[in-house]
């Protein structure tokens, strides 16, 4: 069985850093993609950023030059550095990756950025 596990959300000052990681567990013969969204209350869900195996990244035009996304694959884990962060950056974030060409889901943790 296959688990993700998120950590590092909070509550955060806007202009603020939050660090998020994912780790994934189980029986893993593969990882391929991996992946950060969020929902926001009301909204849909929506990438944030995602890695490929080779290291290769995309970001929503919303976070790009503020948020890094980062893999360590010895590890299995994804990780989502924030900076600069704003009001609108609050959302569960949710990690995805692709494991044994099988999608997967982690709990979700809150981020909320207030003042």
């Known amino acids: 069985q296959v688990q993700l596990v998120e950590s590092g959300g909070g509550l955060v000052q806007p202009g603020g850093s939050l660090r998020l990681s994912c780790a994934a567990s189980?029986?893993?013969?593969?990882?391929?993609?991996m992946g950060w969204y969020r929902q926001a209350p009301g909204k849909q869900r929506e990438l944030v950023a995602a890695?490929?195996?080779?290291?290769?990244?995309n970001y929503a035009d919303s976070v790009k030059a503020r948020f890094t996304i980062s893999r360590d694959n010895a590890k299995n884990t994804v990780y989502l550095q924030m900076n600069s962060l704003k009001p609108e950056d609050t959302a569960v974030y949710y990690c995805?990756?692709?494991?044994?060409?099988?999608?997967?889901w982690g709990q979700g943790t809150q981020v909320t950025v207030s003042s």
């Open positions: 189980g029986s893993i013969f593969s990882i391929n993609a």
């Open positions: 890695i490929g195996s080779g290291g290769s990244t």
């Open positions: 995805n990756a692709n494991i044994n060409l099988l999608a997967y």
